[in-house]
């Protein structure tokens, strides 16, 4: 099947620093990607569409300016969380999607400001 | 989109077949059922899909009522492994419409 993965899988960061997160769409190429963030014991929530070559489509109440998201490739989609707070520290997913019909997601990547 | 329910949790005996139940009442003629499970701190896999036929692949069943206001994912020979939040979603088809929308899920626990 397709394979997503996702650097790093965990990170640790000090408050107000930037994180970056990578997606790779490892054996397909992959015009559209999403970003999705999990709070423990929650389902997973959207945050944004990420399409190559074009500007992200943010979900409502997903700062962009706070969450940036560059696809610049078509195997490739990246996440910076810019001065992340503790209020950050969440499981922040990709997925990428596959012959235009479905989804394959990431293994995750754990964010922990403190 | 249409909504689906599913029940929070059930169990499974190891080597069972689990059946896992999604009611999506309002679903419209041309969207899909699809399924993906979320194992304890991992991304979410993609287990099956189908839009009016029964749908078999190496992992799953997925059965799909004549009037499509149901389905049921049918793992035959359950595991350990297999024990994990069993996802049903509604997805309509085209440009613009692939973004999945998750609910609570099933929580499957497969007891030795």
């Known amino acids: 099947g397709a394979v997503v993965s996702q650097h790093p899988s965990r990170v640790i960061c000090k408050s107000g620093t930037s994180v970056k997160i990578e997606c790779r769409s490892l054996d397909f190429q992959a015009t559209t990607m999403f970003w999705y963030r999990q709070f423990p014991k929650q389902s997973l929530m959207l945050m944004a569409t990420s399409n190559e070559g074009s500007k992200a489509t943010y979900e409502q109440g997903v700062e962009k300016d706070k969450f940036l998201i560059n696809h610049a490739s078509l195997t490739l989609s990246t996440l910076t969380v810019t001065s992340a707070h503790p209020e950050d520290s969440s499981f922040y997913i990709c997925?990428?999607?596959?012959?235009?019909?479905?989804?394959?997601f990431g293994p995750g990547t754990r964010l922990l400001v403190l | 989109d249409a909504k689906t329910t599913q029940p929070p949790s059930m169990d499974c005996a190891e080597g069972r077949a689990a059946n896992l139940p999604c009611n999506h009442s309002?679903?419209?003629?041309?969207?899909?059922v699809y399924w993906y499970r979320q194992i304890h701190s991992q991304g979410p896999q993609y287990i099956i899909h189908?839009?009016?036929n029964n749908e078999t692949n190496e992992m799953a069943s997925l059965i799909i009522t004549e009037d499509r206001k149901s389905s049921t994912l049918i793992l035959p020979h359950a595991t350990l492994r297999d024990t994990a939040v069993y996802y049903c979603i509604v997805r309509p088809p085209g440009a613009g419409s692939y973004q999945l929308t998750f609910g609570k899920g099933t929580k499957l626990s497969v007891i030795p």
């Open positions: 189908g839009l009016k």
């Open positions: 997925s990428a999607l596959a012959g235009q019909q479905t989804q394959y």
């Open positions: 309002t679903i419209s003629g041309n969207e899909y």
